[in-house]
């Protein structure tokens, strides 16, 4: 195979490219649809954020090194994927205040379509008993650069890779490593996310999860999310209210308040599974394919505010539910590694665009359900959430 490797950043090396555009002309092989550029955004909160723009035959998609490899938007075939996010990112890591005393700060940065949350935790904040922050939202991951990155081409398939490490360590404490491959190869109409991680050098616990934004024009009244679902089980009282129509999206509205549910997926005979998000006509959609044995915990997130306030959804696969620290680790739910052990976790995230695509996605989830009705918990279960 014509395949090339161009080394974009490696810091043990002192390598860094700060700008590269890569066409058919620099790989021999008959793929002709494709380009990457490297570059670096300018101005206001995304000044210094270095992007990889990666394009071939009907799926493009843009990576972020800076903000720990994350996917900031999408396009697979004619549908598009991302959010309008109040933060007008991507956002830098210094102008974001992960380390403020209300353990919000993270949210200062959040404005992905796939957003890592880790390694050594996620979810909630945590406070010891004088009030001090322990964790803050979502850890620390998607807030460090990384320090290798490479693009790799297949001149004669048109598939691209791009590969990072990001490291989430320090003396005395956890020695955690995120090795990612974002993937897409033309005709296939999907971008595939295939993320190694983590790797430890210590014996400590860790954390992680994928956090999937999608807003308009997916995301509308009436658009539907459908799953291989046994339970849905609510996170809180206000997940409740609302918990009958838990897979409908109403239109967005001033002043909502956030809803979590926590769903428990079913997978086919090689815990392979699916979750899919189709707008109200059912003429596009996207789907999140992932393996169970790899990713056990599913979250969906619904934020229908008004869109200029972040209309959003997010379908957050997980090693764990995006609780607090403690609670996770007391229910059993927090991942221990070994020295040098690594645990892989691969996503691929999937384009509907048009009523046959839509249609197929949907069969497809009743095929894995087999006819199962999903148990609807009315309010917060025990083991599931702090609120139950």
Not at 34 to 45: A, C, D, H, N
Not at 130 to 155: F, M, Q, T
Not at 356 to 373: L, R
């Amino acid at each position: 195979m014509a395949v090339k490797v161009w080394p974009l950043l490696d810091v043990d090396s002192q390598v860094h490219v700060e700008r590269l555009l890569l066409m058919p002309d620099d790989v021999p092989g008959a793929a002709t649809d494709y380009s990457v550029e490297k570059r670096t955004l300018r101005g206001g909160l995304r000044d210094g954020v270095e992007v990889v723009e990666v394009r071939t035959g009907d799926v493009a998609f843009t990576v972020i090194p800076t903000r720990g490899m994350g996917l900031w938007r999408a396009r697979i075939g004619g549908v598009e994927l991302g959010w309008q996010s109040p933060v007008r990112g991507p956002v830098h890591p210094q102008f974001v205040p992960t380390t403020e005393p209300g353990g919000l700060g993270w949210l200062g940065g959040f404005d992905e379509l796939l957003v890592r949350c880790g390694l050594e935790s996620n979810g909630g904040p945590v406070f010891d008993d004088r009030g001090k922050l322990v964790y803050g939202l979502h850890g620390k991951i998607a807030n460090i650069p990384a320090h290798h990155l490479e693009v790799s081409i297949d001149g004669e398939s048109g598939e691209i890779h791009v590969t990072g490490e990001v490291d989430e360590s320090r003396l005395f404490h956890n020695k955690l490593r995120l090795r990612s491959t974002i993937s897409a190869r033309p005709g296939n109409r999907r971008s595939a996310l295939s993320t190694r991680s983590p790797t430890s050098r210590q014996n400590r616990a860790s954390c992680s999860c994928c956090i999937t934004s999608i807003s308009a024009p997916l995301l509308q009244a009436g658009a539907r999310v459908l799953a291989p679902v046994s339970e849905v089980i609510p996170l809180n009282a206000r997940a409740a209210e609302d918990v009958e129509t838990w897979d409908v999206y109403p239109a967005g509205s001033a002043g909502y308040a956030e809803q979590c549910y926590f769903y428990n997926l079913i997978g086919d005979g090689e815990d392979n599974t699916r979750v899919t998000l189709r707008n109200a006509a059912g003429t596009a959609g996207v789907s999140l394919r992932f393996n169970l044995g790899q990713l056990p915990c599913f979250t969906q997130w619904k934020n229908t505010q008004c869109q200029e306030d972040g209309y959003v959804t997010g379908l957050e696969p997980a090693v764990n539910l995006p609780n607090p620290r403690p609670f996770e680790e007391a229910n059993g739910r927090v991942t221990t590694l070994a020295p040098r052990q690594q645990r892989r976790f691969d996503l691929t995230i999937e384009g509907h665009d048009g009523v046959e695509s839509v249609a197929a996605a949907a069969e497809a989830v009743q095929m894995i359900a087999k006819g199962a009705t999903p148990l609807v918990h009315p309010s917060p279960v025990s083991g599931w959430s702090p609120s139950a």
